[in-house]
C-alpha cells in the first residue's frame, strides 16, 4: 500500500485505558513528540472513565474512542467493527493487550486493516493457570499467529518468552525498548525543598518505589523490608508512588499505621520525587522490561532490583550484583544498605546509572517506531 503524500499515515492504539502506567507513559512520550503532521494516532480503550492521559490526548489532536465489553466477545466484535467504519479508515492497528490483542487483529483483518501490530509487553500470562485460561491461550495466540503481521516486545527477553508460545514463525520480529523522556531528569532540585513539599524527612535516607498498586509489583516485599530493618533498628525511609491498582485501598491503610513510609496517589511528575531520593527499590514479579528502572536511573538512581531477564536487560550491569531472588528479603535488605552505607559505591552507581539510561531516549523510540510504521505500510 502506497499512501499519499497529502494525509498523516493513521494509526490506532488499542489499550485498556490511559491512566498512569508504563505502556501509558510511553504512549504518551510518543504522541507528544512524533511528527503528528505525518502520524494520526487515535486511542480504542476498554472503558469510559476518565483516565489521567485523556485530557492532553485529545488537546494533542488525538481521539479517544471508548470499546466496551471486552468480556462478551460478540457484542465486543460488533463495536470494535463499527468503531473502524466510523472513525477510519486506518492504516494501523496497534494493539497493547497481550493475548487480547489476538481478537483485535482478527477483527482488523476482517475490516481489511492491512498492517496489524501485536506488541507484547509482559514476561510471562499474570492470569491463573486452569482449565478455561489454557484454552483461551490456545485460541488467542493461534490468532496472533494467523492475523498479526507484526510482533514487537519491549525487550529480548518478553519477546523470546511470547515466541515460546506463539508461532511468530514468517512475521516481523521486532525488539522496541521503552525511551523515556530524559530532558525531564536533566534539571537540579533542591531535595530539602522537594521533600519538605511532600511531607518526607529531610534527614533520613529515602528508598522509593513507583509502580501500579497491583500483587504482582509486588509491594508486599517492602512492607516486609521495612519491618525488617526497623526491627534491627536501620533508620530508612520507604516512599510508595502510584496511580491506582486494586490493592491501592489495602496499602493506604497498612501504609497509615507505619511512620517509616509514604504512599503517594496520583503525582503527575516523578522527577524530582525520583532525584530527592536515595535508591529505587524494584520487587516486581513480572516487567515486560521495567522502564520504571531507566527512570530512576536517569534520575541518577542506584537500583536495587528483582533478578528477572527482562529487569536485567533495563539495569546497569554495574547493578546486576545488587539485584536478588524474587522476595530474597535478606538478600534485597543487604542490597540496599551495603549501597546506602558506601557513599562512594552509591555516587559510582549513580554516575553507571545517568550513563546508561543515555541508551533510552524516547526520540529514538520514535525513530524505530516511526520507521516500523512507514515501512510497513509501503
Known amino acids: 500500500m502506497t499512501l499519499s503524500n497529502q494525509r498523516p499515515l493513521r494509526i490506532l492504539q488499542v489499550v485498556g485505558g490511559m491512566n498512569r502506567g508504563g505502556i501509558e507513559t510511553w504512549l504518551i512520550n510518543v504522541l507528544r513528540h512524533i511528527d503528528r503532521d505525518r502520524f494520526q494516532i487515535d486511542f480504542l480503550v476498554h472503558t469510559t472513565q476518565p483516565c489521567a492521559y485523556d485530557n492532553e490526548i485529545r488537546a494533542l489532536g488525538s481521539r479517544i474512542i471508548p470499546c466496551l465489553h471486552s468480556n462478551q466477545p460478540w457484542l465486543y466484535a460488533r463495536n470494535f467493527k463499527q468503531i473502524l467504519r466510523d472513525y477510519g479508515p486506518y492504516d494501523v492497528v496497534h494493539a497493547q493487550l497481550y493475548l487480547f490483542s489476538g481478537l483485535v487483529l482478527y477483527l482488523a483483518h476482517q475490516e481489511k486493516v492491512c498492517t496489524r501490530i501485536a506488541h507484547m509487553h509482559p514476561l510471562t500470562d499474570l492470569h491463573e493457570k486452569r482449565f478455561l485460561r489454557a484454552i483461551y491461550q490456545k485460541i488467542m495466540t493461534r490468532l496472533l499467529s494467523k492475523y498479526a503481521t507484526h510482533i514487537i516486545a519491549p525487550s529480548k527477553s518478553s519477546l523470546k518468552a511470547f515466541q515460546a508460545i506463539c508461532n511468530c514463525l514468517g512475521k516481523h520480529n521486532e ?137 536485567r536487560e533495563a539495569c546497569s550491569p554495574s547493578h546486576h550484583p545488587f539485584m536478588f531472588p524474587p522476595n530474597n528479603d535478606e538478600l534485597a535488605c543487604k542490597n540496599i544498605l551495603s549501597i546506602l552505607e558506601n557513599q562512594e559505591l552509591r555516587k559510582q552507581l549513580s554516575a553507571d546509572a545517568r550513563k546508561w539510561a543515555n541508551n533510552f531516549s524516547i526520540f529514538s523510540s520514535i525513530k524505530q517506531l516511526a520507521h516500523l510504521y512507514e515501512n510497513c505500510t509501503q
Open 175 to 311: 525488539i522496541l525498548y521503552n525511551g523515556i523522556e530524559l530532558s525531564q531528569f536533566d534539571r537540579e532540585v533542591d531535595k530539602r525543598a522537594v521533600r519538605q513539599k511532600f511531607n518526607l524527612p529531610v534527614d533520613q535516607p529515602i528508598v522509593i518505589y513507583v509502580a501500579r498498586f497491583t500483587a504482582h509489583k509486588n509491594h508486599a516485599q517492602i512492607l516486609r523490608i521495612a519491618d525488617r530493618m526497623s526491627k534491627n533498628g536501620v533508620n530508612v525511609y520507604f516512599v510508595m508512588v502510584g496511580s491506582h491498582g486494586e490493592l491501592l485501598n489495602t496499602l493506604k491503610e497498612k501504609v497509615a499505621e507505619r511512620n517509616d513510609m509514604a504512599m503517594m496517589v496520583g503525582v503527575e511528575d516523578i522527577s524530582e520525587l525520583l532525584k530527592t531520593a536515595d535508591l529505587f527499590f524494584l520487587p516486581s514479579l513480572e516487567e515486560g522490561f521495567g522502564v520504571v528502572a531507566i527512570e530512576a536511573a536517569a534520575a541518577g538512581l542506584p537500583v536495587v532490583a528483582t533478578d528477572l531477564p527482562t529487569i
